[in-house]
């Protein structure tokens, strides 16, 4: 009996250290604009743009205006996306119409935790949008963690479009 109970500790605190949040989204932006963040703009979701918003999420998009930072071509977008039950809050940071970077930076389910390592964000980088508003190259799951990686997958894709309609704005 003791044994089964110390696993289950284990089990219980590995799920309490993969939970939590690895970087507040003030601290990605400054990483990401080297000490000096813009002010933020915002997005208005339109009708038109509603629609294609929630063909890439498979969901009706919860926020009417969307806040980013862009500065010198590169676009910072700080999204959440539920994977199984709870938001996984995602900074994105495109340029030249092409994914830079993807950081988990905070995780709040059970399981699907190891898409905040790098040897699974790394394969956004470079990423770009299809005409179908798919990405032009494929991401590899992750046994155990379908609905993470799916919910990281379908942030890049709508950072990737929401950076051309930004950008066609301004």
């Keep these: ?15 309490a ?22 002010e933020p703009r915002v997005l208005g979701i339109t009708k038109d743009l509603r629609a ?14 969307i806040r980013y930072w862009d500065r010198d071509g590169r676009t910072a977008w700080v999204l959440d996306e539920i994977g199984k039950g709870q938001p996984i809050t995602t900074g994105i940071v495109v340029h030249d119409d092409r994914i830079e970077k993807v950081k988990v930076l905070a995780f709040r389910e059970s399981r699907g935790w190891e898409v905040r390592y790098p040897f699974f964000t ?8 299809r005409s179908d508003r798919q990405l032009d190259k494929p991401i590899d799951g992750i046994t155990g963690a379908t609905l993470s990686v799916r919910a990281l997958t ?17």
């Design 1 to 15: 009996m003791h044994c089964a109970s110390l696993l289950l500790l284990a089990c219980v605190a590995s799920i």
């Design 17 to 38: 250290l993969a939970q939590g949040t690895y970087q507040s989204p003030e601290e990605f932006l400054k990483e990401t604009f080297s000490g000096k963040v813009p």
């Design 52 to 65: 294609e918003v929630e063909k890439i999420l498979g969901h009706e998009p919860s926020a009417v205006r």
């Design 122 to 129: 790394d394969q956004f980088r470079g990423a770009t949008l």
């Design 154 to 170: 379908k942030l890049a894709r709508l950072a990737l479009f929401l950076t051309r309609q930004a950008h066609l704005e301004q």
